[in-house]
């Protein structure tokens, strides 16, 4: 009796054990985990780090009187969007869902906007910066007034190349995500075909 019992239960542990395997095959196979695989909880740690950059540069560009991005609040906003979106990251990661995975995708999408908006705006304050930082050394002859307005330069310098950093990453997330919901909406059509009919042969 014994000797039968421990022969079913090994039975049954082997098949406790084949059935976590196939459950694990099928659940790396769903596209919502094809997304988690590429790792979206670390670009989103990625992206906190440089929404946390822009808020604090941003109390920085606020203190100057010059026209910076914080004329239209950008360090505030594109901050808040970089923050947002870490977040949602990290958390979907965590709990994947197409409902998460959406919301993500659109948050994304939302930020690019933002982004391409802050990038043309910088453009304008970087140059605009430039021209009075060569005034102020060359025409004005202020040392003082020249090295601060390239103090400030350098912050925006330095904020346009985080937001493209960042616009490579939001994009290669929209395309994962992108890639998953649409895998999601696969169907497979499975035909039936009735055998033919059995025709009755008649001996003579």
Known sequence: MEGAESIARERTTEKDGDQEAEHKVVM????LHRFVQKE???LGIVILMFGCA????????????????????IPVWQGALFLVCGILSIYTELHPSKKMVT???AMYVVS????????VYRIICFSRLSYRTHMARYYYNNKWASRKL??????????????????????????IARFALKSTHTQVMIQCIP???????TSN
């Open 195 to 201: 055998p033919p009919p059995q025709s009755n042969v």
């Open 40 to 42: 979206p909880r670390s």
């Open 54 to 73: 822009e808020l604090l540069m941003g109390f920085q560009l606020h203190l100057e009187s010059v026209q910076t991005s914080n004329h239209i609040y």
């Open 150 to 175: 390239a103090l400030v330069s350098g912050i925006e310098g330095l904020l346009l190349v985080s937001s493209l950093c960042v616009s490579a990453l939001l994009i290669f997330l929209c395309a």
């Open 112 to 119: 690019l906007v933002g982004i391409i908006v802050s990038i």
């Open 103 to 105: 919301v993500c995708l």
């Open 28 to 31: 790396s196979s769903k596209p």
